[in-house]
């Protein structure tokens, strides 16, 4: 019995068990996107009364831009020119204010500039060391007063407009 044992061990071989390991791995790259509001894309600001001139106007858009990051990041914001021009006369870039604020759905821990003069450098809006899906940041554009534009009427134009475009952008922080 014992060589009919040993015999169907040698003809059938001893099992053995192998593990193969495989790495898997996890890669997260960054990601971050940022998105006007379409209903948004043009503000005014309008002087219409003798108030406005002497107190600044100032246009409040909520929810202004909706963002999406996979970590921390900066929201900053930047003007073509240092320089709105009309005709021959200009008003200048940092004489209008920009504040943000937290929108309807805000990052938490966030922190908002609130009073960024705008400028052809960029000017740094949002910043936060978390992400987030579909945040929202309302900005406000405020234009100076203490009659600062009283001499930039255009005779003959209803009205004259001064226009720059702004461009915001958002990096990983």
Do not use: W
């Not at 108030?51 to 831009?65: F, P, R």
């Not at 008003?91 to 966030?110: E, F, L, P």
Request: hydrophobic letters at 35%; proline letters at 1%; glycine letters at 10%.
């Amino acid at each position: 019995m014992k060589k009919f044992i040993i015999t169907s061990i040698a003809i059938l071989g001893v099992g053995t068990i192998s593990g193969q390991n495989v790495t898997l791995n996890v890669r997260l790259k960054p990601i971050q996107t940022l998105v006007v509001n379409d209903g948004q894309k043009i503000v005014n600001l309008d002087y219409v009364t003798k108030d406005d001139y002497a107190n600044g106007v100032s246009s409040n858009n909520v929810d202004h831009l909706k963002i999406f990051s996979t970590g921390g990041f900066q929201v900053k914001v930047k003007s073509a020119t240092s320089a709105l021009q009309s005709g021959s006369k200009n008003i200048q870039a940092n004489t209008i204010r920009i504040i943000a604020t937290a929108g309807s759905d805000a990052v938490n821990g966030a922190q908002y500039a609130q009073g960024v003069l705008l400028s052809a450098n960029e000017a740094n809006l949002v910043t936060s060391a978390s992400g987030g899906v579909d945040k929202k940041i309302s900005i406000e554009y405020k234009g100076a007063g203490s009659n600062t534009y009283i001499d930039n009427y255009i005779a003959g134009q209803d009205p004259t407009i001064y226009s720059t475009e702004l461009t915001y952008t958002i990096i990983s922080q």
